[in-house]
Nanobody
Framework: QVQLVESGGGLVQPGGSLRLSCTASGFTFSSVVMNWYRQAAGKERDLVATIGRFGGIRNYADSVKGRFTISRDNAKNTLYLQMNSLKPEDTAVYYC?????????WGQGTQVTVSS
């Protein structure tokens, strides 16, 4: 079955960096577009970044452009999100997401807290 497992979250000071990972299994990773979403407490889940099957196409929410970088390693079935210059407003649970075969799949999420 499809599994998405995020890791790498934690507590970081403003201006700091974190790298999130999402390890995928149960499907052909290189054949699908992958995404990172985030959900802050009391708010809707928002799209953060999207990456094409081979990494050539990447799109970002305006709020993270220039600070976050999405990437993937198809040989390792792993999606990444490098987050730099973190701000308190980046505090949220971060999820990786994939849609294929008419179904939506989410990881369990990893908490990122940006606070001094």
């Amino acid at each position: 079955q499809v599994q998405l497992v995020e890791s790498g979250g934690g507590l970081v000071q403003p201006g700091g960096s974190l790298r999130l990972s999402c390890t995928a299994s149960g499907f052909t990773f290189s054949s699908v577009v992958m995404n990172w979403y985030r959900q802050a407490a009391g708010k809707e889940r928002d799209l953060v970044a999207t990456i094409g099957r081979f990494g050539g196409i990447r799109n970002y929410a305006d709020s993270v452009k220039g600070r976050f970088t999405i990437s993937r390693d198809n040989a390792k079935n792993t999606l990444y999100l490098q987050m730099n210059s973190l701000k308190p407003e980046d505090t949220a649970v971060y999820y990786c997401y994939v849609r294929f075969g008419g179904s939506d799949y989410w990881g369990q999420g990893t908490q990122v807290t940006v606070s001094s």
